[in-house]
């Protein structure tokens, strides 16, 4: 058996152009493009590369993109004032901060100062409330861009098993509820499951996030599952994903290839959370009365 890929690369594209076309109305209905802010602390070159690929993605499409970067000796409380200045900006539909942050800052600073109206990658408590809760919030681009390109490849979720190797709160429990939302039996793997390969064998559907190369190997699987790996490794051999994808893809149906799967939807998923944050900015001013922020 040789898997079908399912690229990410092909769902992007097709949103990208919805989203450029939401971009054009926006401006004609209030005068001025919305922005994406990206806020990272002594970033290295890997994590800034990755960063200036989104701002790519916002310039394709239409959308400001500001890359914000502090130096890695700034502290929590120099953090939290650029969050708060961002949030303050009205032409800043979306604050993204870039994590892991240095070990002297907590995410508290940034749980604290970050307006969930503009939390469009979901770390938040409410927006994470309210996807616990069922409700519409802003959800982790990564989670959602892992179960979307699931739907829009026409894979059977409803009544399917699904294992999710990884426990974090921005991708493995997100996804977890989000597999749930769509009526899918859902087993949580992390480092403490006694035995992964006999979990993920019964499984039809598997996600790993847990950043090591290779994890999980072709003979852990069930024969014809469908695979999701979201991890991205820097090895020798260069990026790998958390799952082994030689051996894997001779068993799965279809999975994920790294790079090329999750990575570029992500990307593009982060956009319509964008708009839908403008979207809702700029209804609610118009409604209180606030200024407009109107350049033509």
Request: proline fraction near 5%; glycine fraction near 10%.
């Amino acid at each position: 058996m040789t898997a079908e890929l399912l690229r990410g690369g092909p769902v992007a594209a097709d949103i990208r152009e919805s989203v450029a076309a939401d971009v054009v109305d926006f401006k004609a209905e209030y005068g001025y493009a919305p922005e994406m802010a990206i806020v990272v602390v002594g970033a290295d070159a890997p994590s800034l590369v990755y960063l200036k690929k989104i701002l790519d993605g916002c310039e394709r499409v239409g959308i400001g993109g500001r890359l914000v970067e502090l130096d890695g000796e700034c502290t929590a409380d120099e953090l939290g004032r650029t969050i708060t200045e961002l949030g303050a900006d009205s032409r800043v539909a979306g604050v993204i901060v870039q994590q892991p942050l240095p070990d002297c800052i907590p995410l508290r600073v940034v749980l604290d100062t970050l307006d969930p109206r503009k939390d469009i990658d979901g770390i938040h408590p409410l927006n994470a409330g309210l996807l616990a809760l069922g409700y519409e919030g802003y959800l982790p681009a990564t989670a959602h861009a892992s179960v979307e390109l699931l739907k829009r490849s026409g894979i059977k979720l409803s009544g399917s098993h699904a294992a999710v190797v990884g426990r974090s709160n921005v991708i493995g429990k997100p996804v977890a509820q989000l597999l749930l939302r769509e009526h899918a039996t859902i087993t949580m793997c992390h480092s403490r499951t006694p035995d992964l390969a006999a979990t993920l064998r019964e499984a039809d559907i598997v996600v790993v996030a847990v950043g090591r190369a290779k994890l999980v190997t072709g003979d852990m699987l069930k024969p014809g599952a469908v695979v999701v790996d979201v991890g991205i490794n820097v090895t020798d051999d260069g990026l790998v994903g958390d799952v082994d994808f030689e051996s894997a893809s001779q068993v799965a149906s279809a999975i994920t290839p790294v790079p090329g799967g999750v990575g570029p939807l992500t990307n593009a998923i982060l956009l319509t959370h964008l708009m839908r944050a403008a979207r809702d900015q700029a209804t609610r001013q118009v409604a209180v009365g606030a200024p407009s922020v109107r350049t033509t």
